[in-house]
């Protein structure tokens, strides 16, 4: 069975610091994985997608940035954070093809 | 206007009631998913769908691709069924993820 994880779970940081948020699907090889966000009370939203390693679209960026490193790893960071950045981060894979897709349990981040 | 439209935005029912969620579409989708979201944040799996209706315990959703719209419908409501409720779709190309709507806040009262 396929497993996703979130790290880390939540995060309080001061506006201007790094970030740094990671994601892990095991159980699936070459997954198609995506980044999105949601603002308190609001829907989600995408960020990025990934069909392979090494490859990352945006969708919106947001002033963060996407890397996949490893087949099973998807990485969103910044280098200075924002306020606007607070919310709820979620990662969620799919295989090829035209399936459902499946949601990590999310990082809720808290910039002050 | 937007591409996913849900209604009602909010949603309250007592213990034991039913209700309906509908999402309509700005354009002929391939697919829709429905999520529930929890108190934590969770985002539950409920329904996917490329066409048809499919039922499971006492929720049951209907896309009809032809005429851009889906729905939800929960029966018999326990406290349990209280969340966000968000239908998503493709819009374009199947990998560049889901385009959802602004979601049901769904509150049942015993």
């Known amino acids: 069975a396929q497993t996703i994880h979130q790290w880390p779970v939540a995060e309080i940081k001061a506006v201007g610091s790094p970030l740094s948020l990671g994601c892990t699907i095991k159980g699936k090889s070459s997954p198609n994985l995506y980044w999105y966000w949601q603002a308190t009370g609001g829907t989600l939203q995408q960020l990025f997608y990934s069909i392979t390693v090494g490859q990352v679209e945006s969708v919106v960026q947001l002033n963060l940035s996407a890397s996949r490193p490893k087949d099973d790893q998807f990485i969103l960071s910044t280098e200075k954070l924002l306020l606007s950045h607070s919310g709820f981060y979620l990662c969620?894979?799919?295989?090829?093809?035209?399936?459902?897709?499946?949601f990590g349990p999310g990082t809720r981040l808290t910039v002050l | 206007g937007m591409p996913v439209e849900q209604n009602p935005p909010a949603l309250s029912l007592y213990e034991g009631a039913e209700s309906g969620l509908r999402c309509n579409f700005s354009t002929t989708m391939k697919g829709v998913q429905w999520f529930q979201q929890n108190h934590r944040g969770r985002l539950i799996t409920l329904f996917y769908l490329a066409q048809g209706t499919k039922e499971n315990g006492r929720l049951k959703s209907t896309f009809n691709s032809k005429e851009r719209y889906s729905t939800l419908h929960i029966k018999d409501a326990q406290l349990e069924d209280s969340g966000t409720y968000f239908c998503a779709v493709e819009l374009n190309n199947y990998a560049q993820g889901l385009t959802f709507g602004l979601g049901t806040r769904v509150s049942v009262f015993p």
């Open positions: 969620a894979w799919r295989g090829t093809g035209p399936y459902e897709q499946y």
